[in-house]
C-alpha cells in the first residue's frame, strides 16, 4: 500500500525548496517591479477627507463653483485685538483692512468677510477691541497650508495692536501636520532597531535575525506597490504609507518569526533541507496562511465604510497580510532552503547561552493549566472590569485643547473666549434659483427674520455672519462682499455653535439649523437650501463611520467564526477566540477613558489637560488593526495545539505543548509591536498619542494576558470539547465532523 500523500502545503513548500535557484531570481525581478511602482504611490495620495454625494460635499462644491470660479477653497481666519481703539475707530479699520488686502493680494480671487464689509456684530468681541476675519482662498488644503507662512507675514501684526494670531482650517493643518509626522516618523525610526535588537536576543543568529526584517521590507514594498495601483481607480489617503509600514513590520515580523523559528527546529532535529522547508510550510505556514485571513478579514471593515478616506487605509492594510503572506510562503523558503544548517550562521552569543526550549515558558503552562479556574477567574475578571469603563468613552475630541501651543489653536481659543463660539459655522448655501435673487427685497427681509431667529437660540447659536440691514442698497454693499456671488443668485448664512465642530454645542447646531431648513427652502421657491459647513461635515462624517460600524463588526465576527471553525474542526475554540477579542479590545476602549479622559497616568504620556474625547478616527482604526493582530496570536497558538493533538496528544498535553513551544514566538512578536506602536506615544498629536497607546496596550492585553493565560486555562477547563465539531454545524461550514472523543465529561 502506497504512503498516505503529504499535505497541500509541504508539497508546496518542498517545490520551494527544490526550486529556489528558479523561485529567488523570480521574486527579485518581481521586487524590482515593485519598487519602482511603490515610489510612485506619492503621486495618488491625497489628505483630503471628502465625503462625496453628501449634502455637506454638495454645498462645498456650490460654494466652489459660484464663489470661488469652480477651484477649491481652504479658509484662514486671523484674529485682531487693540488694547485701547475698538472696532468703530477709524484707525483700527484702517489698520485691519489693509492687512487683510495684502493677505488677500497673495492669490487672486480670495474672498474676505469681515465685521467691516458685513457689519455683523457677532464677528467681534464683547467689548469691541476685538475681530476676525475669514480669507477663503481658492487653493487645495496642501496649497492653503504651504502658503500659511506668507499669509502670515503679510498680515503681521498692525502698528499699536496685540499680535496677531492666524487660525483656521488651513493654519490649524499647518500647524498639527509637523507633530503627526513626527510621531509617525518616531514610530518608524524605533520600530527597526528595537526589532532587530529583540530578534537578535531572540535567534542568537545575525542570518535568523535580520531574515524576518529583510521580508518585511519586502511585504511592505509589495503592498505599498498594489496600493499605487488601487490608486488608479480610488482615493489614496497619504497616511496609508505609514499604515503598511508599521503593519507591515508587525505582520512581516511576525510570520517570519514563526516561519524560521519552525525552520531551525526542523534542521536541528537532523531534517534535510527539503524536508524541512516542507514541514515547515505544512505547520507554521498553515497558521501564517490563516493568519493572514482572519487579519484581511479584520480590516475589510475599514474596506466596507462610505468613507473613502478610511476605505483606502483598509486597501491598503488589506494589502499588507496578502504581501506577507506571499513572502513567508514563497520566498522565504526558498531562501530558508537555499541557507539550510546556515541560517544560524553569524552568532551573537554562544549556543551555550541560548535557554533550552520552553524552558521560561514549560512551567509557565504547567503553571496556567494546573491552576485554570482561578487563572482565568482572575484574568477575565480583571479585563471585563476594564471593559466596564469603555462605556464612559466619547469620541467628541476637542482639538483647540488638545493643542494649545499652536498659533492656529490659540487664535480659536481667543474666539471661543471673546465670542462664546468659533471659527467654523455651519452655512446654509441658498441658492434662490434665478440671478439676482439674494437681492429681492422679500428676500432679503425673510432671510433677515431667518438670521435673527436663530441669533435668538443663544443657547446653540454665538453668532450669525449676516448683514443685519434689510435696506436693498445697504444689503448689497454689505453681502455682496463674500457672502452672495457675482450674479446674485447664491448666499451663505455663517451660524456658529458656541464650541467646536465636535462639540455638543455643535451637534445641537446641526440638529436646529436641519430642522428649520424646510422654512429657509420656502423663502426661495424654485431654488435649494444646503446645510454644510464644519459641524455639518462633521457630523455626516461620524454618522457614515459609525452608522454601519456595529453591522459591519457583526459581519466580521461571522466571517472570522466560520473562518477558525474550517481551519480547526472546532465550534468552541473560534467562540472562545471572537468572545475574547471583542472582551480585549472593550478593555483597551477602558484603557484609552481611563488615561485619556480621567486622567490616570496620563501626565506620563506627555498629556497634562483634560481630554473631552477619543480622537473619531481612533477607535474604528483600533477594531479594524487590532481585531486581526489577536486573530495572530490565536492562530499561531491553536495551531500548534492542534498539531499536536492530532498526532495523538491528550488534550491537556497538546495545551501545555501548544503554549510551550510558541508563547515563545509570541512574546517576541508582541513585545517587537508594542515597542514599535508605542513610539506614537512619543510624538506632540494627541490624537496619535491615543492610537499608539492604544495599539501597544491592546497587543499587551490580548497577548500576554488573553491568548497566553485565559485561552489555555480555559481550553484546559474545556477537555476534549475544544476539538469537536457536531454533524449538523461541520455541514454549514463545509468541513467533516470531529466527533466527541470519549473523555469530554473530564478535563483532558
Known amino acids: 500500500m502506497p504512503p498516505p500523500r503529504p499535505p497541500l502545503l509541504e508539497r508546496h513548500g518542498r517545490r520551494m525548496a527544490r526550486g529556489r535557484w528558479i523561485v529567488i531570481p523570480l521574486f527579485l525581478v518581481l521586487l524590482v517591479g515593485a519598487v519602482v511602482l511603490s515610489g510612485r504611490l506619492g503621486e495618488v495620495t491625497t489628505s483630503e477627507q471628502s465625503m462625496p454625494g453628501s449634502e455637506g460635499a454638495r454645498g462645498i462644491a456650490l460654494v466652489e463653483e459660484h464663489f470661488s470660479d469652480g477651484r477649491e477653497t481652504s479658509d484662514v481666519q486671523p484674529v485682531f485685538r487693540h488694547p485701547t481703539l475698538t472696532v468703530d475707530d477709524p484707525g483700527y479699520r484702517a489698520a485691519v483692512t489693509a492687512a487683510l488686502g495684502r493677505a488677500a493680494a497673495l492669490v487672486p480671487g480670495t474672498r474676505v468677510v469681515s465685521y467691516f464689509d458685513t457689519g455683523s456684530r457677532d464677528m467681534v468681541g ?39 494670531l492666524v487660525g483656521g482650517d488651513a493654519a490649524m493643518s499647518h500647524d498639527i501636520e509637523p507633530g503627526v509626522e513626527d510621531s509617525l516618523a518616531r514610530a518608524e525610526m524605533i520600530v527597526l532597531p528595537v526589532a532587530l535588537l529583540i530578534l537578535l536576543v531572540f535567534f542568537g543568529s545575525a542570518v535568523s535575525a535580520l531574515l524576518p526584517l529583510l521580508m518585511a521590507g519586502v511585504a511592505i514594498t509589495f503592498a505599498m506597490a498594489g496600493t499605487y495601483v488601487a490608486g488608479q481607480g480610488m482615493e489614496i489617503a497619504d497616511l496609508v504609507t505609514n499604515v503598511i509600514t508599521l503593519v507591515g513590520v508587525a505582520l512581516g515580523v511576525d510570520y517570519s518569526l514563526l516561519v524560521v523559528s519552525r525552520f531551525r527546529d526542523e534542521i536541528r532535529g537532523g531534517a534535510d533541507r527539503v524536508t524541512a522547508t516542507g514541514r515547515t510550510v505544512a505547520t507554521a505556514g498553515r497558521a501564517v496562511l490563516l493568519s493572514g485571513v482572519t487579519v484581511a478579514i479584520g480590516l475589510a471593515v475599514l474596506v466596507a465604510l462610505p468613507v473613502p478616506f478610511m476605505r483606502s487605509l483598509g486597501v491598503g492594510g488589506m494589502l499588507v497580510p496578502v504581501a506577507a503572506v506571499l513572502c ?7 531562501t530558508l532552503a537555499a541557507l539550510g544548517p546556515r541560517v544560524d550562521s553569524l552568532r551573537v552569543y554562544s549556543r551555550r547561552w541560548r535557554l533550552r526550549e520552553a524552558a521560561v515558558w514549560g512551567p509557565i503552562a504547567r503553571a496556567v493549566t494546573g491552576r485554570a479556574i482561578p487563572v482565568a477567574a482572575v484574568v477575565l475578571v480583571g479585563l471585563l472590569a476594564l471593559a466596564g469603563q469603555s462605556g464612559g468613552m466619547s469620541i467628541h475630541q476637542d482639538q483647540l485643547a488638545d493643542s494649545p501651543g499652536l498659533e492656529s489653536t490659540q487664535a480659536g481659543l481667543l474666539v471661543r473666549d471673546e465670542l462664546g463660539g468659533t471659527f467654523n459655522p455651519n452655512v446654509y448655501v441658498i441658492d434662490t434659483g434665478r440671478p439676482g435673487g439674494a437681492y429681492d427685497p422679500a428676500t432679503i427681509s425673510s432671510l433677515a427674520g431667518v438670521a435673527d431667529g436663530l441669533r435668538a437660540e443663544a443657547g446653540v447659536v454665538s453668532g450669525v455672519t449676516w448683514p443685519t440691514t434689510t435696506d436693498p442698497a445697504a444689503f448689497r454693499a454689505a453681502a455682496g462682499q463674500g457672502l452672495v456671488d457675482a450674479s446674485g443668485r447664491f448666499a451663505l448664512m455663517q451660524v456658529a455653535p458656541h464650541g467646536d465642530e465636535m ?16 422654512d429657509v427652502a420656502a423663502i426661495v421657491p424654485g431654488g435649494e437650501v444646503l446645510l454644510t459647513g464644519a459641524p455639518a461635515v462633521t457630523n455626516e462624517f461620524t454618522d457614515a463611520l459609525y452608522g454601519p460600524f456595529p453591522w459591519l463588526v457583526a459581519g466580521v465576527l461571522v466571517l472570522t467564526l466560520v473562518a477558525l471553525m474550517r481551519a480547526f474542526r472546532s465550534w468552541l475554540i473560534p467562540l472562545m477566540a471572537v468572545v475574547l477579542s471583542g472582551v480585549s479590545l472593550l478593555a483597551t476602549y477602558g484603557l484609552l477613558y481611563l488615561v485619556f479622559q480621567r486622567g490616570f497616568g496620563g501626565g506620563i504620556l506627555g498629556v497634562d489637560h483634560d481630554v473631552r474625547g477619543i480622537a473619531l478616527w481612533v477607535p474604528v482604526m483600533l477594531f479594524a488593526f487590532l481585531f486581526g493582530i489577536s486573530m495572530d496570536y490565536q492562530v499561531f497558538l491553536v495551531e500548534r495545539m492542534r498539531e499536536l493533538r492530532d498526532d495523538g496528544a491528550a488534550n491537556i498535553d497538546a495545551v501545555r505543548g501548544g503554549l510551550a513551544g510558541t508563547g515563545r514566538v509570541v512574546g517576541t512578536a508582541a513585545m517587537i509591536m508594542i515597542v514599535a506602536f508605542g513610539g506614537f506615544i512619543a510624538g506632540s498629536d494627541v490624537g496619535m498619542k491615543e492610537f499608539g497607546f492604544g495599539l501597544a496596550a491592546a497587543v499587551a492585553v490580548d497577548a500576554l494576558l488573553v491568548r497566553c493565560l485565559i485561552v489555555p486555562a480555559l481550553m484546559r477547563l474545556a477537555g476534549e470539547r475544544n476539538w469537536t465539531m457536531p454533524h449538523g454545524l461541520a455541514r454549514v461550514v463545509r468541513v467533516r465532523p470531529r466527533p466527541a472523543a470519549r473523555t469530554i465529561g473530564g478535563l483532558r
Open 328 to 334: 513567508a510562503l514563497t520566498i522565504l523558503p526558498a
Open 126 to 164: 464683547q467689548d469691541g477691541h476685538m475681530t476676525f476675519a475669514t480669507l477663503s482662498y481658492p487653493l487645495g488644503e496642501q496649497e492653503a497650508m504651504d502658503l500659511v507662512p506668507a499669509i502670515r507675514d503679510a498680515i503681521g501684526t498692525p502698528p499699536g495692536f496685540s499680535p496677531t
Open 503 to 518: 462639540s455638543p454645542s455643535a451637534r445641537a447646531l446641526n440638529a436646529l439649523m436641519s430642522d428649520r431648513k424646510e
